[in-house]
């Protein structure tokens, strides 16, 4: 599933060719991949901006926005080949942004209010420490809770915790302060550097040119089950945490 890094790479390829662009005709060609009870009223009218909330892609309105989530196939194209998982197009003016989807998990609705909680750019460590040690669940699960910080999933709350050395099954409420700040000083690098390279391409991601991202050579931990630490040499483990695979060294990453 796009990520923070993925999505935000998106959004910047998508900007700079929609902003302006006045939508002419929309097509949705799956039933799943419209949300809501109706057509999102966008004939006619103008792209004010594309922004990131989260994981949503939002083309933004003068009088709302349409919020697309990406799921976990999902790709925007700009001006791309049509594919039998084609799920919705938008022509504008100038271009077409296609909507293609080969597991059907992603979607748009019309919005004027998304929810979730705050980004990882937007506060500090002494607030995230604050945050993260007031709840008493296992800390990787709740990394991955949108209401806690948004943004966040699998692939960097891996690499995070392992640069923090925080074991992923450790109790939120047991982290210390000083660990806590570090962590988030952690996890804001990694998304940098990840954005930084395009995100990371796993298996279906690509940005709205059909670029593939760089990050996956970096990664530290995710995607190397049994290979070695990068750090002791010993090799990277793979265990399942609220049903997604967690991978991390248990040498150096303690409760």
């Known amino acids: 599933m796009p990520e923070l890094p993925e999505v935000e790479t998106i959004v910047?390829?998508?900007?700079?060719?929609?902003?302006?662009?006045r939508v002419v005709s929309a097509e949705y060609?799956?039933?799943r991949a419209l949300r809501g009870t109706a057509e999102p009223p966008i004939i006619g009218h103008e792209v004010r901006e594309v922004t990131r909330h989260g994981k949503f892609i939002l083309l933004r309105f003068d009088h709302g926005a349409?919020?697309?989530?990406?799921?976990?196939?999902?790709?925007?194209?700009?001006d791309g080949e049509a594919t039998p998982y084609l799920r919705a197009e938008i022509v504008f003016d100038k271009c077409r942004l296609l909507f293609d989807d080969?597991?059907?998990?992603?979607?748009?609705?019309?919005?004027t209010k998304l929810p979730g909680g705050p980004e990882p750019f937007d506060i500090d460590g002494a607030t995230f420490a604050k945050m993260l040690r007031a709840?008493?669940?296992?800390?990787?699960?709740?990394?991955l809770?949108?209401?806690?910080?948004?943004?966040?999933?699998?692939?960097?709350?891996?690499?995070a915790l392992f640069r923090a050395g925080i074991d992923p099954r450790a109790l939120a409420c047991n982290v210390s302060v000083a660990r806590a700040v570090k962590l988030h000083g952690h996890i804001?690098?990694?998304l940098r550097e990840a954005i930084e390279r395009g995100g990371s391409s796993i298996s279906d991601y690509v940005d709205a040119d059909g670029q593939r991202g760089g990050f996956q050579e970096a990664h530290r931990v995710y995607g190397r089950e049994g290979e070695p630490c990068v750090v002791c040499g010993?090799?990277?483990?793979?265990?399942?945490?609220?049903?997604?695979?967690t991978h991390y060294c248990a040498f150096c990453q303690r409760r």
């Open 145 to 159: 809770n949108q209401g806690f910080v948004r943004g966040l999933g699998n692939i960097y709350v891996d690499e």
């Open 188 to 190: 804001v690098e990694v």
């Open 135 to 143: 709840r008493r669940g296992v800390v990787k699960p709740l990394l």
């Open 66 to 78: 349409l919020a697309i989530h990406l799921g976990m196939t999902g790709k925007l194209l700009i």
């Open 12 to 21: 910047r390829s998508l900007a700079p060719r929609l902003r302006g662009r």
């Open 29 to 31: 060609l799956a039933p």
């Open 102 to 111: 080969i597991r059907q998990f992603g979607k748009m609705a019309w919005s």
């Open 234 to 245: 010993r090799r990277v483990l793979r265990i399942v945490l609220g049903q997604r695979g």
